[in-house]
């Protein structure tokens, strides 16, 4: 059993579209509660409050046998750390043991969380990484690879993304996240107790990241938000050639973008 964080913090097209995949591939009977945030200026509400009523006429919020939860959060807590720490708040009385964080520029194939869970009934990760990695940053780590099942493996990190399957033990273990180091908080918590262990999915999982896409909608939408100063110039994960890779996916928002 898993609870989800899924966090949103500006670029309306991304959400949009990484909530509708999240809603038609997650296996919500793997899921506990879902905690969706719009750290927004208040102005920005009523746009996101008709992605909300747009997405809940395909299935959000979900329902389950296990009677999970959706719980829409308006409010600007600065950064993701903010976030993360009044998500950790909200959910003190868990039952499950781990939540995932997906962010709004992300987007999840068909089957990824029975993927994760198979992974972690296997090998005991306190984090791991769901961001894309692919050629040969994939295959250059193989080498280190642990395998975990039949299709996939995990290889150790000294770091993951902000994206990701996280263990709820380890931040009440160590409960210094630190709510003013919004953007790289939770990088420098990492790397303050290297005891917490961390891995990535190797063969990554067809996750994949909207602002890094060099082909359209994506790529026009991604430079005009990098003019405006609302998102950081990326490097490419993939080429051209990598659209194939997302061929199961055909969001029903791409016709208004």
């Known amino acids: 059993m898993f609870d989800i964080l899924y ?3 500006n670029r309306p097209e991304f959400t949009a579209a990484s909530l509708e995949a999240l809603v038609a591939n997650t296996d919500w009977n793997l899921v506990g509660k879902l905690i969706i945030y ?20 395909n299935g959000l919020p979900p329902q389950t046998h296990h009677g999970q939860s959706t719980e829409i959060v308006f409010s600007s807590f600065g950064g993701p750390v903010g ?12 039952t499950s043991e781990y939540f995932i964080k997906i962010d709004n520029d992300f987007v ?10 198979s992974i972690l009934a296997y090998q005991d990760w306190d984090l791991l990484g769901l961001e ?23 290889t150790r990190a000294d770091f993951i993304g902000g994206v990701g399957a996280m263990r709820y033990a380890v931040f009440e273990r160590f409960p ?4 003013h180091e919004k953007y790289f908080g939770f990088g420098i918590w990492q790397g303050k107790h290297m005891e917490v262990s961390k891995a990535w999915i190797d063969p990554p999982l067809r996750c994949f990241l909207l ?32 659209s194939k890779l997302w ?3 055909e969001p029903r928002w791409k016709e208004k973008m």
């Open 7 to 9: 966090l949103a913090n």
């Open 176 to 179: 210094d996240l630190k709510a």
């Open 83 to 94: 976030v993360m720490l009044d998500f950790l708040e909200r959910t003190k009385n868990h």
């Open 247 to 249: 061929s199961w996916w």
């Open 132 to 154: 894309a990695r692919h050629g040969e940053e994939s295959s250059k780590h193989s080498r280190h690879a642990i395998r975990v099942t039949k299709d996939r493996s995990t």
């Open 38 to 57: 719009f750290d927004y200026p208040q102005e920005a509400k009523d746009g996101f409050l008709g992605i909300m009523m747009c997405l809940s006429m």
């Open 211 to 242: 602002d890094h896409l060099p082909f359209e909608p994506w790529k026009s939408i991604s430079e005009e938000y990098t003019k405006a100063g609302i998102q950081r110039r990326q490097w490419g994960y993939y080429g051209e050639e990598h």
């Open 108 to 117: 999840v194939p068909p089957g990824w969380l029975g993927a994760v869970n």
